[in-house]
């Protein structure tokens, strides 16, 4: 497969797959004999891969790590290296799924709430001194 349909494929720009090779985060890519990139499954597993982990918020840096330790000859615990970073992602994208998860819960109930809350404030029943405290909310929802 020809590197514009690779990109097409996962709606990538064709610098971005160029880039991704050159910093070492996908292996090299095999070329024909006029030099252009072949992509092979193995190549378009990595594309998806790297793709889908940026997505997650992994940084490059982990990524060309992850990507180093996959291309090295003696692979004794590099397998264990390679889990350990795609663990820690798991767990850094868990606590923004738990922080999402909470804001979206405020915006909910600030939507569910809201015409009662315009109509108690133009009512004057809410004044400076019975506000409520929305940083209590996550609070509430958790109990």
């Not at 092979?40 to 793709?51: A, E, G, K, P, Y």
Request: aromatic share 10%; hydrophobic share 35%; no cysteine.
């Amino acid at each position: 497969m020809k590197i514009k349909e690779a990109a097409e494929m996962f709606s990538l720009p064709i610098d971005t797959l160029r880039y991704y090779e050159r910093i070492e985060i996908i292996p090299p890519v095999k070329r024909n004999e006029s030099g252009y990139r072949e992509y092979q499954l193995q190549d378009l597993n990595w594309i998806f891969l790297v793709t889908n982990l940026r997505k997650a918020g992994i940084s490059i840096e982990s990524l060309i790590e992850f990507s180093r330790l996959a291309q090295l000859k003696d692979k004794q615990n590099v397998e264990q290296a390679q889990k350990d970073i795609l663990n820690e992602q798991l767990d850094e994208l868990n606590e923004k799924i738990a922080e999402l998860t909470q804001t979206r819960e405020l915006l909910e109930y600030k939507i569910n709430s809201f015409d009662d809350h315009i109509t108690q404030f133009k009512l004057g029943k809410v004044t400076p001194d019975n506000v409520e405290k929305l940083w209590e909310f996550n609070k509430k929802s958790e109990e």
